[in-house]
Every structure is written in C-alpha cells, then in structure tokens.
C-alpha cells in the first residue's frame, strides 16, 4: 500500500456512523473535511482529542470545515461516547479497518515491548475536491485542534 501523500487524493471511504447514517468522502464535497483518526472511544487521550475539536467546531463551521472522527469502534461504542461527551459532529466506525488501511494509520505500535496493531493516531485535511492538503501523523493531542484550524484557515 503507497503512503499517502499531501497533494495527493484522499482515498474514498464509506462508513456507518453513530448518527444512523453512512458517510463517503462524496458526503463532504465542497467543504473542507478534517478526518482524524484515533485508537480507542472512552480514553483519554481519544476523549482530550474528540472534546477538543468538539469546542472548536463553531470555528472550522465558520471555515466551510467538517469533523469526523474515526475508530475500530463499534456504531454502539460510538454512540455512548457521543452522548457522553455531547459531541456534535459524527464518528465513524471503521470495524473491518479497511479506511484505517486505505489512510496508512493501522500501523505496529508497542509498549512495554510487546507488539501490537493500533491506530496510529492521525488528522488528514482534504479540501473541497478531495485532495490531501495536510497529514499529520503520531498526534499529541495538546494543541493538535488549534493547528489544525489554522491549516484549514490558510487552505
């Protein structure tokens, strides 16, 4: 699988939400999308992150901007942790890890020594036609929001 890119085109996808719904690439068409990746609902890291972009969501609104937010995570994982955290945008899940391929985020991770498959957590902004215009891999979450609105501004 080639490593995506920036300047290149985002990979299609099409994924069951926690909203009831399925969301593609196309469903964003002519907005900018930020498509960020993260391991796991309910940690926190994941819930640092989610509430983060969450609060900045008026702003990217303002900038023609989209979140979604995507997991291996169950519909119904998904689900509670939006009604937890009164998220307001939509997250995906990404069961079979197929979109997590596509993106070059299921990568081998360890700790303590021992190996293991993860989401390496990752943010892509793609433009209005679908283009990658900016990765960012092996997020912190701190400050990570901010930066991404600013890409997005600039864009």
Not at 78 to 98: C, T
Request: charged content about 30%; aromatic content about 10%.
């Amino acid at each position: 699988m080639p490593v995506l890119k920036e300047g290149s085109k985002a990979p299609d996808f099409s994924l069951q939400t926690d909203t009831h719904g399925t969301v593609s690439l196309k469903s964003f068409a002519g907005k900018k999308l930020v498509l960020y990746f993260y391991p796991k609902d309910d940690t926190s890291g994941c819930t640092a992150e989610a509430c983060t972009f969450n609060d900045y969501l008026p702003k990217f609104g303002k900038l023609k901007t989209a979140v979604l937010g995507v997991s291996r995570d169950t519909v119904k994982k998904h689900e509670k942790f939006r009604e937890k955290y009164d998220l307001d945008f939509p997250l995906g899940a990404d069961e079979d890890g197929s979109v997590c391929e596509k993106y070059g985020v299921w990568v081998e991770k360890s700790m303590y020594g021992r190996k293991y498959m993860g989401i390496e957590r990752s943010t892509f902004l793609i433009d209005e036609t679908g283009k990658v215009l900016k990765i960012w891999r092996k997020v912190k979450v701190p400050g990570h929001a901010e930066e991404v609105m600013e890409a997005a501004k600039n864009a």
